[in-house]
C-alpha cells in the first residue's frame, strides 16, 4: 500500500527524520506524519495529541499516541529518550513556546519544528492595507477561531533559538511547499528547523 502524500511542510519534516529513529511526535494530530515515518523510513514512533478525536484517529492507524498537553506534561518525559522529537504547526499556540523548546532538545537528541511564518508578505499585506488580522492559505481561520495565541516570524524564531542557546542545524523557509531562498522572512509562508542542545 502506497503512503498517501504529504502536505509540504510536513514533508520537510518527515524529510529530516533519519530512518529507523526514534520519534515523539508532539501535537500530531490524526497521526498522519507518524504513520508515514513508519511505512516508509521505519521508525519508531509515539505521539502526544490534546485532541481526544485525533487521539482516536491516530490510535486507529496502528500509532502509540496518548492524549496529552505539551504545555504541562513533556517534563515527564526521561533526558534523551528520543531521536529525534517533532512540534508541527504547534509552536505558536503553546502557552510557553520558549519552555517547551527547552524540552524538545532535552527529550530529544534533535527536535524539528515547524511554525507558519507571520511575516509573510501576506500577513503584513493584509495588515497593512485591510487593518485586520489575515485569513491565508497557512492561517485559514479568523483571529477569534485560531489556537494561534503567540504569533512569530523566522527572525523570532531564529532570535529565540539563539538566546537559548541552540543550535540550529537545518532550516527551511518554504512558499506553498517550496524553498523560498530571497528574503525568507519576507517571501516565506513556513518556517522548518532542525534543532540541538
Known amino acids: 500500500m502506497t503512503p498517501v502524500p504529504l502536505r509540504p511542510d510536513l514533508a520537510a519534516v518527515a524529510a529530516a527524520v533519519p ?3 526514534r520519534v515523539l511526535d508532539i501535537g500530531c494530530g490524526d497521526g498522519q506524519l507518524l504513520a508515514w515515518l513508519r511505512d516508509t523510513k521505519g521508525v519508531e514512533g509515539r505521539g502526544i495529541e490534546l485532541d481526544a478525536g485525533n487521539v482516536a484517529a491516530a490510535v486507529g492507524r496502528g500509532l ?3 492524549q496529552g498537553d505539551a504545555d504541562t506534561d513533556l517534563a515527564d518525559y526521561p533526558d534523551a529518550a528520543f531521536d529525534v522529537v517533532i512540534l508541527s504547526n504547534t509552536l505558536q499556540a503553546m502557552q510557553r513556546p520558549a519552555a517547551v523548546l527547552d ?3 532535552r527529550i530529544g537528541r534533535r527536535a524539528i519544528v515547524s511554525f507558519p511564518n507571520f511575516g509573510h ?3 503584513r499585506l493584509s495588515l497593512a492595507l485591510g487593518g485586520r488580522m489575515p485569513v491565508t492559505r497557512s ?3 479568523s483571529w ?3 489556537p494561534n495565541i503567540h504569533f512569530c516570524t523566522i527572525a523570532d ?3 529565540l533559538a539563539h538566546e537559548m542557546g541552540l543550535t540550529v542545524e537545518r532550516r527551511s523557509a518554504l512558499h506553498s511547499g517550496q524553498p ?3 528574503w525568507p522572512n519576507l517571501t516565506a509562508d513556513t518556517g522548518v528547523f532542525v534543532l540541538s542542545r
Open 157 to 159: 524564531f531564529e532570535a
Open 180 to 182: 523560498a531562498r530571497l
Open 19 to 21: 530512518e529507523s529513529a
Open 121 to 123: 508578505w501576506r500577513v
Open 103 to 105: 524540552q524538545l532538545v
Open 144 to 146: 477569534h477561531q485560531t
Open 139 to 141: 492561517l485559514p481561520v
Open 64 to 66: 502509540a499516541v496518548v
